[in-house]
T-cell receptor, first 115, second 111 residues
Framework: NAGVMQNPRHLVRRRGQEARLRCSPV?????VYWYRQLPEEGLKFMVY????????ESGMPKERFSAEFPKEGPSILRIQQVVRGDSAAYFC?????????????FGQGTRLTVV | LAKTTQPISMDSYEGQEVNITCSHN???????ITWYQQFPSQGPRFIIQ???TKVTNEVASLFIPADRKSSTLSLPRVSLSDTAVYYC????????????FGTGTQLKVEL
């Protein structure tokens, strides 16, 4: 039973390019969350999605960032026109149901470096 | 979501018991307390969750006093591989989709 799979593990982009981060949740999980972690900091919530729906995007920057979780296929976090400040580790988590009393399973993250 | 406060770092030696305390003075009636562990270059991993009194699993124990304003994660007989960051989170049932991570406690275990 595979856990949360994220790819790529490492991504290097030049300023102004687009970054696409993929997340395949645990099989059977319909709730996906994206978090960003800057060096020496804790994880910061970005967005919560259920299949085909964005439930909570209060942690997403208002520009350049978008997320989707289509009916088929992985969840995608898309960052357009990347800047150096976007360099961070991006983690995806999934759960079978909502609620903080539900264990969330995290992937190993995608480390984005903007040069 | 209730804010949590925990020590920035702790040091221990192999074989010792480690107790990490988390303060959450503003915890709400329906909040649960959850602890996650994170190794370098990896995503957080669920350790344990509780609501009150004591919870124990194969990895750790969680002690929660009656007023629930704090909780203590207890790791028995730590080893070098327990070196990691430990996060204490509190959140409401059914509405806590946003896991709020603080800076956590960096536990360093030495020989």
């Amino acid at each position: 039973n595979a856990g949360v799979m994220q790819n790529p593990r490492h991504l290097v982009r030049r300023r102004g390019q687009e970054a696409r981060l993929r997340c395949s949740p645990v099989k059977g999980h319909s709730h996906v969350y994206w978090y960003r972690q800057l060096p020496e900091e804790g994880l910061k919530f970005m967005v919560y999605l259920q299949k085909e729906n964005i439930i909570d995007e209060s942690g997403m920057p208002k520009e350049r960032f978008s997320a989707e979780f289509p009916k088929e296929g992985p969840s995608i976090l898309r960052i357009q026109q990347v800047v150096r400040g976007d360099s961070a580790a991006y983690f995806c988590a999934s759960s079978p149901q909502q609620g903080a009393n539900t264990e969330a399973f995290f992937g190993q993250g995608t480390r984005l470096t903007v040069v | 979501l209730a804010k949590t406060t925990q020590p920035i770092s702790m040091d221990s030696y192999e074989g010792q018991e480690v107790n990490i305390t988390c303060s959450h003075n503003n915890i709400a009636t329906n909040d649960y307390i959850t602890w996650y562990q994170q190794f370098p270059s990896q995503g957080p991993r669920f350790i344990i969750q509780g609501y009150k009194t004591k919870v124990t699993n194969e990895v750790a124990s969680l002690f929660i006093p009656a007023d629930r304003k704090s909780s203590t994660l207890s790791l028995p007989r730590v080893s070098l591989s327990d070196t990691a960051v430990y996060y204490c989170l509190v959140g409401p049932e059914g509405g806590g989709n946003k896991l709020t991570f603080g800076t956590g406690t960096q536990l360093k275990v030495e020989l």
